[in-house]
């Protein structure tokens, strides 16, 4: 029933966020970002001060050609979590589809922290936050060992 249904992160899976935040700040510890309090602080406050922030993100290497290829043969959703502190995060992310997918992008846009209640035969993450180890599909954990780039993510999709 669900399966020609992608979901994909966006942050650090086709935007990268990463890379953002240490153009504003080099000395930001993104890996201890999720259990360092003053990591989170510090990345909102570098959110919150810019309200182009999202708009401005780059695309990861390949994402964009990758997810393009994907929407040829299934239905391509965009489910991301916002932050709740960064207002304009919301409209972030859709102006930042609008202009890599094109203006009708915003329509395949799911904004939520419970990724779990989202249906669909893969979800591609970086994370397993945010309802991402409970999903009923496949996982496909983005950034890993075992899917490092884009290249791999398509193979084993598309075999």
């Known amino acids: 029933m669900y399966?020609?249904?992608?979901?994909?992160?966006?942050?650090?899976?086709?935007?990268?966020?990463?890379?953002?935040?240490?153009?504003?700040?080099p000395h930001v510890d993104l890996l201890d970002e999720d259990t360092n309090k003053s990591g989170r602080d510090l990345v909102d406050e570098i959110v919150?001060?810019?309200?182009l922030f999202f708009?401005?993100?780059q695309p990861i290497e390949g994402s964009v050609e990758a997810v393009k290829h994907l929407m040829k043969h299934f239905h391509v959703y965009f489910c991301s979590?916002?932050?709740?502190?960064?207002?304009?995060?919301?409209?972030?992310?859709?102006?930042?589809l609008n202009e890599h997918f094109g203006d009708k992008a915003y329509k395949n846009l799911?904004?939520?922290?419970?990724?779990?209640?989202?249906?669909?035969?893969?979800?591609i993450d970086d994370r397993i936050k945010n309802g991402v180890d409970k999903f009923t599909g496949e996982h496909i954990h983005y950034g890993t060992e075992e899917f490092p780039n884009w290249d791999t993510v398509l193979k084993h999709?598309?075999?």
């Open 110 to 123: 799911i904004l939520t922290h419970r990724k779990d209640l989202c249906l669909g035969r893969y979800l």
């Open 157 to 159: 999709i598309l075999g």
């Open 81 to 96: 979590t916002p932050m709740e502190s960064v207002p304009h995060s919301f409209t972030g992310k859709k102006e930042w």
């Open 48 to 51: 919150s001060s810019d309200v």
């Open 55 to 57: 708009q401005k993100l």
């Open 3 to 25: 399966s020609n249904i992608i979901l994909c992160d966006m942050d650090g899976v086709v935007a990268n966020f990463n890379k953002g935040i240490l153009d504003v700040n």
